[in-house]
């Protein structure tokens, strides 16, 4: 079936301008993550989504940084005057429920350039 | 806070040898463990997991086992081929809530 899927897969910015990333999950699953990877990096948690209940937003690094899940499904992950350090690949995740641990299953990722 | 982290940044290994990439969590509670390969330009892919009422669980060509006494968790590859060229990555969830922490990863370079 259809994975996770990511828009657009490179995106180069000046900096200043505001950036959406979008984020499909697989279909049915109910839990939902952003997640930021600099170069040669790991993973940094940014936000996560589970079903109607409140974000965790615990992980965004700045008051410019702003996501919602609309209908449980579509993601949509913002950055507001882009700086040259919020430059990453953003990667988004979805899992099928929560409590009940399962492995997440992750997008390709955008790459944010900003200029 | 709570992290996961790894010991060995980079790994060589030749092909056709085993490879060993370790890796230490610090959260006593965390129930669930997988390990995950990222490969150039892709997102993280999940390998295997393990559940913390096991010490080992092996899948094909890959094996992992969890030391919950010190806290440390690996992934073994039999066989290493070039395709398993990648950065791998450690994860760990606490129960109940799924907010996965990530180590910093471990590349893996198989010389052919």
């Known amino acids: 079936g259809a994975g996770v899927s990511q828009s657009p897969s490179n995106k180069v910015t000046e900096k200043g301008k505001d950036v959406e990333l979008r984020c499909d999950p697989i279909?049915?699953?109910?839990?939902l993550y952003w997640y930021r990877q600099s170069l040669g990096q790991g993973l940094e948690f940014l936000i996560y989504f589970q079903g109607n209940s409140a974000p965790d937003k615990s992980g965004l690094p700045s008051d410019r940084f702003s996501a919602e899940r609309t209908g449980g499904s579509v993601s949509t992950l913002t950055i507001q005057r882009t700086q040259q350090e919020d430059s990453a690949v953003y990667l988004c995740?979805?899992?099928?429920?929560?409590?009940?641990?399962?492995?997440?299953?992750f997008g390709n990722g955008t790459r944010l350039t900003v200029t | 806070g709570e992290s996961v982290g790894l010991h060995l940044p980079t790994l060589s290994v030749q092909e056709g040898d085993n490879s060993i990439i370790n890796c230490a969590y610090s959260?006593?509670?965390?129930?669930?463990f997988i390990w995950y390969k990222q490969e150039s330009g892709k997102g993280p892919q999940f390998i295997i997991d393990i559940r913390s009422n096991m010490d080992k669980r092996q899948g094909q060509r890959v094996t992992v086992l969890l030391n919950k006494t010190v806290k440390h968790l690996s992934l073994q590859i039999a066989a290493t081929q070039p395709g398993d060229s990648a950065v791998y990555f450690c994860?760990?969830?606490?129960?109940?809530?799924?907010?996965?922490?990530f180590g910093t990863g471990t590349k893996l370079q198989v010389i052919p």
């Open positions: 995740a979805s899992s099928l429920r929560s409590p009940d641990n399962s492995p997440l299953h």
């Open positions: 279909s049915g699953h109910t839990a």
């Open positions: 959260n006593s509670a965390s129930d669930y």
């Open positions: 994860a760990e969830h606490s129960g109940g809530y799924q907010k996965v922490t």
